[in-house]
């Protein structure tokens, strides 16, 4: 059972627009998100996070979203540039498990010229 | 510079062989992971350890052991390798576990291939 997904496998945007990343859960008890970011033959960097009693967070670029009525989350990327070009992973924080990650499937994000 | 180390990039097996994948870690977390990553399954752990000689089943354990003798230190171990166990593996490292917020600072991966 997939708690935390990520329906669009890959996106294509063109360098300089918006980049939005999307991400669904479904357990209602977590309690914090991550957004790491993977380059090929390296491993995952942490990129930015959300508590749940917060419905936006903002690092330079880089925004993420929260809705939890929707169980939702969104990560946007604007300007986009060609090294944002990875993996990106969405993450969830359960507490009651012990604040171990789960992790989504990941999108693989391509910025073109 | 803070870093987790992963001993091999790559590794080639053959089916059965016990197969023992090391991490070190110079940051004195406390907390230490493995996961694998697969295409479209994403990462999933295996294993994690909150102290040295503790540990905690992931969400797929089936296969694997590992051990934590010292604190920089975490090992997986697949103690009879199968196809099905070629993957990418990831340790992981994290200060503490107690506020959701777990920044983990991953390794650069050991890309497995068991034949």
């Known amino acids: 059972d997939q708690q935390v997904k990520q329906n669009s496998p890959s996106l294509s945007v063109q360098e300089g627009r918006i980049s939005i990343l999307n991400c669904d859960y479904t357990?209602?008890?977590?309690?914090?998100f991550l957004w790491y970011k993977k380059y090929p033959a390296e491993g995952p960097t942490f990129l930015i996070s959300i508590s749940s009693i917060k419905d936006k967070n903002e690092d330079g670029r880089f925004t993420v979203f929260l809705n939890k009525s929707a169980k939702h989350l969104s990560l946007h990327i604007v300007p986009s540039q060609p090294g944002d070009s990875a993996v990106y992973f969405c993450?969830?924080?359960?507490?009651?498990?012990?604040?171990?990650?789960?992790f989504g499937t990941g999108t693989q994000l391509k910025v073109e010229l | 510079d803070v870093k987790v180390t992963q001993s091999s990039r790559y590794l080639v097996k053959r089916t059965g062989e016990k197969v023992f994948l090391e991490c070190v870690q110079d940051?004195?977390?406390?907390?230490m992971f493995w996961y694998r990553q697969d295409p479209g399954l994403g990462l999933r752990l295996i294993y994690f350890?909150?102290?040295?000689?503790?540990?905690e089943k992931g969400d797929i354990p089936e296969g694997y052991s590992v051990s934590r003798e010292k604190k920089e230190r975490f090992s997986l171990i697949l103690e009879s390798a199968s196809t099905n166990q070629t993957s990418m593996y990831l340790c992981a490292s994290s200060l503490w576990v107690g506020q959701g917020d777990e920044k983990l600072l991953f390794g650069s991966g050991t890309q497995l291939s068991v034949l």
């Open positions: 993450a969830a924080s359960d507490p009651g498990g012990g604040n171990k990650l789960t």
């Open positions: 350890s909150y102290d040295v000689k503790m540990k």
């Open positions: 357990n209602s008890m977590f309690d914090y």
């Open positions: 940051m004195d977390h406390e907390n």
